[in-house]
């Protein structure tokens, strides 16, 4: 079974009215479990809006999208996301355990056992030491790695990222995409990721979906070749190098087109 | 420490400037005869005793038994009255921000109810109080009710305005992005309103609720003046301003004991806020006195 | 219009409902009065209350007018000085929190029983705190960064004033008018039941109920709240006008 499967998928914003937006128009996508996927484009090709569609926060106005074999309501309900954004969103008012612990508090997990996981994934993030703060008192890479532990507490099968790394420095980026590659491998999760940057996408994706803009259209998907698993190095070799050229250049024909 | 110093000498300063200012146009009147230094002109207000006592006069006459051969103080008096309205006054401010509170998560929650009743909501404020006030008086008299009843009617009636809006704003506060976090979760939405928007609301809450005791104060004095029940604050006023000209000092303390309640009630809703909510859940500063539409967060796009 | 539909359904169905109610359990004029008998005394009663809401309503925009000159002379200057801000700004917030009302009797004693300053000087008094602190915040509301970036291009400091700090401050100021709009009539109306002309709203609302003429009463208060909505409807027009890029006007559309 695919893990996400998109089929001719449109979407248009106001549809009828004098400011009608045409975001995304025919997209094919498939995904297969356990692939990590980026979306990437020059702003405007309606990859946050792909992302979305996908987490059932928007519907489609046309097409058809299947997670895990089932429509993105039923895979809502049925907590098969979880989520990420560029800002962490974590809430003031929680410790950063119980902001981690929120969504299993949400699915009535008992107490003793969501606060359980939600230690194990502070540890999977190296924040075990700081589950008793609250998140004003954290930086802003240590919130967003809050913001995975979170979404990754309740074992959701498709980590939908949007943006998550935006806002760091390029030296915490790079560590960040360092733990999210680990976790990933450990935790076998189907990864879509949305992204403004080159190296970004190169390094994390298994493949990259290079969009379009005006209307959001699928224009190359490309394989990234490079051996698993990715470390330090692997941004220094010829083959990064060669991987971000080609990148570089299907953007530019997206840019110019 | 040194921040609430500063504010505190900063208060004396300008409360003894303002004493200052007092006695010294009332000098500079007696000294002229009632003009403008160098003109001809008029002053604006006439300086004699009746018209602006001195400042220790007013003073003074809190502590002179209120009648000849009186056995209390004016003050015990004044307070008293003040005491009463103030029950009636905290009853209305308890029971409007209840109201209040309900609506604005009414509305975070029915469209179909902000549209309907929001726009009434609104026109309720412009509705003159003392307008409302005689009417509300005689049906609560003919409704048998205890006289304190229709009091804490129309200081209901002013306390709930504040209270909505700033819980409806408060309801609204989180990012969009925690609202789609909170749908990726399928939370239902009970679950969005306890976990997230009340608690998101709460620093909203307290600066509201500071408007609302004000309010629920002036609902009180002003719902007091028609009713013509002798024991509160407004029958004071009204009374000592009918012997304004034997004794004009008597209706300026009652009047400074009406601002006291006020800075009493709000300063009391002050060091609650202090108490229960954390100083960095705080709002920085309270939010401007507001009124009106509520943006609701923008759409999600790209 | 699909917006304003629920509030206009409501506003037909509860006067039918009213209407209804008083008829059916036959609710005496005193406790509350159709609106249909409403209508009825407004229509005998107007040229009386043209008289008296013409006094009302025009020294309630007198008093509003004085009081939003000297709340802008005052907070311009506190917005510009910090001294003068740190001085005045607490004591217009503890104001603020007291029911200055009760100043009525005091301006009737001061300007006179008949003086039309007693009530414009009751009014400017009530709206200068809510006006002034608005402003005040307003004008110090714009973030650092566009403070910065005004530096950067060497403006003086009137430049600041008129292109970063006077449209940063115009949705607090809106929003202080519209609640100086309803305190200016609520301050007329309450000095005018202290004392003064008969032929004010106040005086006569206090008058009619005096006299169990409840009809008449209501007609009073429904033109005085009528006036209010008018008013805040008006300033809610200016504020589009006046500033379409706001939010709160945006999501009004």
Not at chain 1, 16 to 32: F, P, Q, R, W
Not at chain 1, 229 to 242: I, L, N, S
Not at chain 2, 3 to 26: P, Q
Not at chain 3, 83 to 107: C, W, Y
Request: net charge neutral; proline share 6%.
């Amino acid at each position: 079974m695919t893990a996400l499967d998109l089929r001719g998928v449109g979407m248009i914003f106001n549809e009828g009215a004098a400011n009608e937006v045409t975001a995304l128009e025919n997209i094919d996508v498939v995904i297969e479990p356990g692939e990590f996927v980026s979306l990437i484009g020059p702003s405007g090709c309606g990859k946050s809006t792909l992302l979305r569609l996908v987490g059932d926060l928007l519907q489609p106005t046309s097409g058809e999208i299947t997670v895990n074999g089932k429509p993105p309501a039923r895979a809502r309900l049925d907590r098969d996301y979880g989520m990420v954004f560029q800002s962490a969103t974590l809430l003031d008012w929680r410790t950063v355990l119980d902001n981690v612990a929120l969504p299993l508090e949400i699915m009535d997990i008992p107490r003793h056992q969501r606060e359980e996981t939600a230690r194990e994934m502070l540890e999977l993030v190296q924040l075990g030491g700081f589950a008793d703060h609250h998140p004003y008192e954290l930086s802003g890479g240590m919130q967003q790695r809050v913001a995975i532990a979170r979404a990754l507490s309740f074992r959701p099968s498709l980590l939908l990222m949007d943006e998550p790394f935006g806002a760091l420095d390029e030296m915490t980026r790079e560590r960040m995409q360092m733990e999210l590659l680990a976790i990933w491998r450990e935790t076998q999760t189907t990864v879509v990721f949305v992204t403004h940057s080159i190296p970004e996408a190169v390094f994390l994706s298994t493949r990259v979906v290079v969009m379009s803009p005006r209307p959001g259209r699928v224009s190359e998907l490309i394989e990234t070749d490079l051996a698993q698993p990715r470390v330090f190095e692997t941004r220094e070799e010829p083959g990064f190098y060669e991987m971000l050229t080609r990148l570089r250049e299907s953007l530019r024909k997206v840019d110019e087109s | 420490m040194k921040a609430s110093l500063r504010t505190t000498v900063s208060f004396v300063v300008t409360v003894a400037a303002l004493v200052l200012l007092w006695e010294g146009y009332k000098a500079i009147g007696q000294a002229t005869g009632g003009v403008w230094p160098g003109t001809s002109m008029n002053l604006p207000v006439r300086t004699n005793e009746r018209s602006m006592p001195h400042v220790w006069d007013i003073v003074g006459s809190l502590f002179a038994p209120a009648r000849r051969g009186g056995e209390d103080i004016l003050l015990v008096i004044l307070v008293r009255a003040a005491l009463w309205t103030w029950r009636s006054a905290l009853i209305g401010f308890v029971v409007g921000s209840f109201v209040g509170f309900g609506l604005g998560v009414l509305f975070v929650r029915s469209l179909l109810a902000e549209r309907g009743l929001m726009p009434y909501v609104v026109a309720s404020q412009a509705v003159p109080v003392l307008a409302i006030a005689p009417i509300v008086v005689v049906w609560s008299g003919r409704l048998a009710f205890p006289n304190w009843v229709p009091i804490a009617v129309i200081s209901a009636y002013l306390a709930f305005y504040p209270v909505a809006i700033n819980t409806l704003r408060g309801l609204r506060s989180p990012e969009a992005t925690s609202m789609e976090l909170m749908r990726s979760y399928a939370a239902s939405p009970g679950q969005v309103l306890w976990k997230l928007q009340i608690p998101a609301s709460l620093p909203y809450l307290f600066p509201a609720l500071k408007i609302s005791a004000s309010a629920s104060v002036i609902g009180a004095i002003v719902g007091e003046l028609p009713a013509g029940f002798p024991q509160g604050l407004g029958r004071a006023i009204l009374s000592f301003a009918s012997s304004f000209s034997s004794a004009p000092e008597k209706l300026f303390a009652s009047v400074l004991v009406s601002a006291m309640l006020g800075l009493f009630f709000v300063g009391l809703i002050s060091l609650i806020e202090r108490w229960t909510v954390p100083a960095a859940m705080r709002l920085r500063e309270d939010p401007a006195i507001e009124t009106g539409a509520i943006p609701r967060p923008a759409a999600v796009t790209a | 219009m699909r917006k304003t539909a629920p509030a206009a359904v409501l506003f037909v169905a509860a006067l039918g409902l009213w209407e209804g109610m008083v008829r059916a359990f036959e609710i005496q004029g005193f406790i509350l009065p159709a609106p249909s008998a409403i209508a009825e005394a407004f229509v005998v009663e107007w040229p009386a209350l043209r008289v008296a809401a013409i006094g009302t309503f025009g020294s309630a925009l007198a008093g509003l007018a004085v009081g939003v000159i000297l709340a802008v002379a005052v907070g311009m200057a506190a917005a510009r000085w910090r001294g003068v801000r740190e001085g005045v700004m607490p004591l217009a917030i503890a104001a603020n929190s007291t029911p200055i009302v009760v100043l009525a009797p005091v301006a009737i004693a001061w300007f006179g029983l008949l003086s039309p300053w007693g009530t414009i000087s009751v009014v400017a008094v009530l709206v200068f705190f809510p006006i002034m602190i608005n402003l005040v915040r307003g004008l110090l509301s714009a973030p650092d960064s566009h403070l910065e970036l005004m530096q950067s291009y060497a403006t003086t400091r009137r430049q600041v004033l008129l292109k970063m700090q006077v449209p940063t401050s115009l949705p607090y100021l809106f929003s202080a008018f519209k609640v100086a709009a309803a305190l200016s009539l609520i301050g007329a109306i309450v000095k005018e039941y202290f004392g003064g002309s008969q032929d004010r709203l106040g005086q006569y609302i206090t008058r009619k109920a005096g006299l169990f003429q409840f009809e008449e009463a209501w007609s009073a208060i429904v033109l005085a709240s009528a006036f209010g909505v008018f008013l805040f409807v008006l300033i809610g027009l200016v504020e589009r006008k006046v500033m379409p890029w706001h939010i709160s006007v945006r999501s009004r559309r």
